[in-house]
């Protein structure tokens, strides 16, 4: 698999906006002085703002150097997530792959994220032969901790068998009581019957010695946690804009709006502390989701 650069010295501006990286996994981490983890979204999209060609497609948007930049953030970080469709469109290694990390030139799985996929209905078909898995098994990553609602049909013995022998684990937790009209359209009546409380899944995350988690998707998940119901959560947002324009009928990056005491539609969120970088052909934003 590639190595990555570092990232140059262009990533020096950035870290303003993210955690202290992890520290080496032979050190124990403290009991929680936090009751949830410092959380960075990141995610790159096209200048309408898609992530993606249409759901399901992976589609290819950040240059050399703003995936160099990803692969830094990753290090930076307690652990990674996204979603089940972004695992099961993508086969994600979801590792870090900077020279000088563990299993790229460093020692043991020194600053390797933990790998958090959030699956409600329990439908990735994790196999031996997943890429996330073969790097466990080559000392190239951490096993992921794979986040179900408790209203799904547990995985099969098997599989909780195989996730346990890479060191990674199933934790069931319980959804949302009421799911919402607008995240049933989004992900479907089965979805939204599951949809996950954030607030409870960034808290057990920070129970497992998590002291920081970076979401990079995919597209339900980036408009949920953008979305007023998810207000105090997010403590940075990294996004990468691509030079592209990836037309309809793509993903797109639209949380529902807020409405005001007159009910009349207000911005969903805004930015705050922004500070744009040019990162090649791309441009970063960094900055805070402002208070409500």
């Known amino acids: 698999?590639?190595?990555?650069?570092?990232?140059?010295?262009?990533?020096?501006?950035?870290?303003?906006?993210?955690?202290?990286?992890?520290?080496?996994?032979?050190?124990?981490?403290?009991?929680?002085?936090s009751p949830l983890p410092?959380?960075?979204?990141?995610?790159?999209t096209s200048l309408d703002?898609?992530?993606?060609?249409?759901?399901?497609?992976?589609?290819?948007?950040?240059?050399?150097?703003?995936?160099?930049?990803t692969h830094y953030l990753r290090?930076?970080?307690?652990?990674?997530?996204?979603?089940?469709?972004?695992?099961?469109?993508?086969?994600?290694?979801?590792?870090c792959r900077i020279a000088?990390?563990?299993?790229?030139?460093?020692?043991?799985?020194t600053?390797?994220?933990?790998?958090?996929?959030?699956?409600?209905?329990?439908?990735?078909?994790?196999?031996?032969?997943?890429?996330?898995?073969?790097?466990?098994?080559?000392?190239?990553g951490l096993a992921p901790f794979i986040i179900t609602s408790t209203r799904c049909t547990p995985p099969t013995a098997e599989k909780q068998?195989?996730?346990?022998?890479?060191?990674?684990?199933?934790?069931?937790?319980?959804?949302?009581s009421q799911p919402h009209d607008d995240e049933e359209r989004e992900e479907g009546r089965e979805g939204a019957s599951h949809r996950m409380d954030w607030t409870a899944v960034l808290s057990c995350l920070r129970s497992q010695g998590l002291r920081s988690v970076m979401i990079e998707g995919g597209g339900s998940i980036i408009n949920s946690l953008l979305g007023p119901r998810a207000q105090g959560l997010i403590d940075s947002v990294v996004v990468t804009i691509?030079?592209?324009?990836?037309?309809?009928?793509?993903?797109?990056?639209?949380?529902?709006?807020?409405v005001d005491g007159h009910g009349v539609a207000i911005p969903a969120s805004r930015l705050t502390d922004v500070k744009w970088y040019p990162l090649g052909e791309d441009v970063v934003l960094c900055g805070r989701i402002k208070d409500l």
Not at 38 to 44: E, H, K, R
Not at 244 to 258: E, M
Request: charged share 15%; proline share 13%.
């Open 1 to 33: 698999m590639k190595e990555e650069r570092s990232g140059g010295p262009h990533l020096p501006r950035i870290r303003p906006s993210i955690p202290n990286p992890p520290p080496s996994p032979s050190t124990p981490s403290p009991q929680p002085t």
């Open 38 to 44: 410092f959380t960075t979204l990141t995610f790159a």
């Open 49 to 69: 703002s898609s992530l993606a060609l249409a759901p399901g497609a992976r589609t290819a948007l950040s240059g050399p150097q703003s995936k160099s930049m």
């Open 75 to 95: 290090s930076r970080h307690d652990a990674i997530l996204i979603g089940v469709g972004t695992a099961i469109a993508d086969n994600p290694g979801l590792n």
């Open 100 to 109: 000088g990390v563990g299993g790229y030139g460093g020692e043991g799985l």
């Open 111 to 140: 600053r390797q994220p933990r790998p958090i996929v959030i699956d409600p209905t329990a439908r990735w078909d994790l196999t031996a032969d997943s890429k996330i898995l073969a790097l466990v098994r080559s000392n190239q």
């Open 161 to 176: 068998a195989l996730l346990e022998s890479h060191g990674g684990k199933y934790i069931a937790l319980d959804p949302v």
């Open 242 to 258: 691509a030079p592209t324009w990836l037309g309809r009928g793509g993903v797109v990056v639209s949380p529902d709006r807020r």
